[in-house]
Structure formats: C-alpha cells, structure tokens
C-alpha cells in the first residue's frame, strides 16, 4: 500500500465539511487536510450567485445561534474566523387572502401583533406563548450539548424539563388542536415547521414549539455578504490555515483495503490516499454509491436502499427593476389558512405558499445599480410529474422546461398579491426544480435537509474503519447544525487519533 498523501481528505465542502476542515487545520496548521468539492464553489446547501450583478441566495436564508453569546458565533470565534451578522427584523411578513402578519424578532412584539389580528383568542395565544418560553429555556439550559447523546442524558433531561415533559406525547397539530381553537392560527403557529420538513401531525409538540419559537426569543441573522459570501469566508479561513480545496472535484469512489477507507478515486480517475476520510456528502450516495453494496453490511444496504429524502423544492430567482423600499425582507404568500407540508409530502404539487427573499433588503453590499434579485421558493416534490418530465435518460429536455416555464409564472403571479407589477418589470429570470437542487448538490431527491426526518442516521456515522460522516445528514439539519456537526467531528478525530 502507498503512502497516503494526505492525512484526511473531506469529500464535500458544504457546512459540515467546512467545519470539519477548519478545526482540524486550527488545531494543527501542519496537518494534511484536503477537501474535494464537485462543485465550482464552496458551502453546498449556503450558497448563491449573480446574474447581471444582482445577487441571489440559492439555498439557505437564514442562520439560528449567530448572535454573540451563541452557538454559532462562540464556534467561529474559537477557530479565529470573523463573520458579521445582521439580525433579521421582522423575520417574516405573511400574506393571507385577508391578512397580513408581521412575525416580530421579539416574542412579546409577535404575541401583540397576533392579538391585534385574533382578539378573540388573546388568552389562548398568552398561554401558548407562555409554553413557548417554558420549553425553550428547558431546552436551553437542560437540553442536550452534544449530538452523540446517551440515553442516560436524554433521562435527565426529560426528568428536568417538566413543561416538555408533560406534552412530550403529543403531536405538534393535536397541541395546536386543543390549546388554539382557531384554526386560522394553526399554520401561523407552525411556521418554522418547514425548517423540519415535516407537517406538524408527524413533529412532537414540544419540537414544533420550540423550532418554532426560536427566531422569536433568540433570533435569526444573515451573514454579511450573502450566503455565498459567508462559505467563501470560511473557505478562506480553511485555507489560511493551510488547508487545500479543490473544486470541480468530483468522488466517485471511496477505496476499502481490508475494511478500512484509504483514499478516493476522482471521476477523472486520479487517486488520492489519507489516513482517515470525512464524507459530507449525502448518506445515501455515500453508502450506495461511494463505498457500493459490496463495502457496506447487507443490513445497511436494506436500511438505504428504503431512507427517504426530506423535501425539496421549486425556485424562481428574479432580477426586477423596481423600487421594492417598502417591501420586507423576507415575506410569504399564502393561499389559505391550509397545512403545506402535508399534501407536498403524499407527491402533489400544490404552490400554496411561495416565500420570497430580497438579500439586498437585508444587506445593503449586495445592492446593485442594474436592479434588485428576488428569490422565490416553494417546497415541492422530487418525484412529481415523472421527475418534472426529464426523459429516461435524466435529461432536461422541452417538456421539462415547458413544466419549469409554466409553474414559475403561477408562482409569479401568486407573488404579486404582495409585490404587484413584478411580472412587468422581470430583467432575470432563473428556474430550479427539484432535479435542479439535485444537481448542485448531489442530494438524494435534491433533498433541502438531508434525509427526512424521523428516520435514524447518527448510527450511520461510521460506515467503516477510516471513515467517518459529518453535516446534516448524520446530524440536525441546518447551517449552525451542520457546521457545528464537522467542528465536532474533528473534534473526536482528534481525541482518537492524537492528531
Ligand atoms: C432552499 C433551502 C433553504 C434552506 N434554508 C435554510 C435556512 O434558512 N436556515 C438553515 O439553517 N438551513 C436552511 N437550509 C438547510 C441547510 O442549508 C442545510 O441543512 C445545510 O447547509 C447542510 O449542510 P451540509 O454540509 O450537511 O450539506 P450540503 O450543503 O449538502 O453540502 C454537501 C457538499 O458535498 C458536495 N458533494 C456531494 N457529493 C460529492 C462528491 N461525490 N464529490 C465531491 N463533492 C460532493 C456537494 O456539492 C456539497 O457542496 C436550507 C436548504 C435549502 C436547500
């Protein structure tokens, strides 16, 4: 066997493989780490790009835990990286047909506005709120620290969080259905559901309520420079501290020598050997295609072969030129008062609910003299319409465009009941479907947040000696998760391996 060349190779330099090569090089500059990313650019899923010098986010619009004295922050600032972060506020502008709700970056701000538009439910809403606190701040100082939790910490924490505890049983919609007896407040409730990719009859209560409550009580912020901006930060960090990428650079084969990874085969067929390997490529391709049926115990090929991708989605980014001054920074249309998570969940497309994004509202360095860059999103379902009618051979040929076409315009238009006049004044327009977030992923399904939920997958963490998976496919899905996900296995490689 040759000498590896490299002490760990990261395939995917999405957050978790981000994370994971960051702290080992701020531990060790001498080490050997290389990431490999197929991708022209760094971040995976926290990523953009600009079409006619307008700026878009593509995946991710959101971090939680990024203010100061939080998870986020405290992670960066120990591994030396900086990173302004601007608070969003209001998170959220909700459009109903008769409605108009703004979610304040402030509980009590949100609480008054519900009461303003559900006064009839003023003293539900101040229990429900009330719950939210308990549940959070149990979570906060009880909860879990560390994604490898023991069932003896999961004891303790259930037997210290009484709130949590006593709903602990409960369905997220059977709560709602007892504790909020408009039903109109349901899915403004459930909001952040969309963030677990799950409707809120398949999320715990206490999960739903806390997800949920979260943005209000502690926050949601936007890295200074985009999404885009934020990996190439962090890309650079990596490689300050004499860390290696190199993009465009796809694996297509993880080398096992008598069980034990040793190195990769690139699709150009060239090899490169380490003495550990990190995948932080989606689960399903690592273990099916990476290592293949042969590498992996039958019982985990059965367990594959069957794990569900969690939603993905449609995207309409729009460069306009328009005065948006009045307009918020992140808003959604809704159609009705109706759970979308569900119906996208059982394959149908339904487009009852399209979120719009405008970075430059947010961050004024991504304004741009040509116009302004509008993203537009709507969850949807992967295997839809036959794949969104790609030919048999997965290409994307008239009929899938036509699809892309029509449904852009649909969503367009639902779009106008808050901005009108954005069809009349379009100077970009790009499409993404499902297949699309596929692509430049390499997603299972172009799943947004790795396997759905529900499904085990920290016990899919190390497939074999040598190697070990990281982000949000083994862990919490999410920007702060998934980063914080690689930071901690670098963490345990460097206690086990004396690196
Ligand atoms: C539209 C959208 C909106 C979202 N909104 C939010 C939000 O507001 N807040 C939030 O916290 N989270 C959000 N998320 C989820 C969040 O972005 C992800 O959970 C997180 O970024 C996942 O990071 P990761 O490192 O685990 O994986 P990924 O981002 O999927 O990164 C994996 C990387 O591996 C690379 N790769 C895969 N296979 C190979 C291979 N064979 N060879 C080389 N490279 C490979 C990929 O190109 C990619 O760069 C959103 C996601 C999407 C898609």
Redesign the pocket.
Known sequence: MSDPSYDVII????????GAGLALQNHNPKLKTII????SI?????TGFKRKGMYFD???????YADDNQALSQTLQKLGVEQEFIKIDPLEVLYYPNKEITLHADSEKFLDELIRHFPDNESELRTYFENMEKMTEELWYYGPTDYTNSLWTMLKFVVRAKTIRKHILKSFQKYLDKKISNTELHPILSFYNL?LGLPPKDTMAPIGIVVGGNPFLKGNYYPKGGMLGYSKNLASSYKQKGGEILYN????QIIVEDKTAVGVILASGEEIRASLIIS???LK?TYLK?LGKKNISKNDYKKMVVLEPSIS?F?VFLGVDMDLTKFPSHLTVFNDYKEIIGPILEGNFTLNGVAMRIPSKIDASLKSDKGTGIVM?AIAPYEWNNKWKITSEGERAAEYKKLKEKYAEQMIKIAERAIPGLSENIIVKEIATPIT?ER????DGGG???PQKGQKRSSYKYPLENLIL????VDS??????FI??VKTAEKIIRMKKL
Do not use: C, R
């Open positions: 395939i995917g330099s999405g957050m978790g493989g981000l490999l990313e197929q991708h760094p971040g995976g899923f926290v593509a995946g991710a619009e959101g971090i939680i963030w650079t796809k694996v297509e932080n490529a989606d391709q990476l989605g995207g999103l977030f430049y992923s390499l997603n947004w947040y790795g990281t982000g949000a496919n899905t999410g920007v702060p998760t998934a996900s690689g």
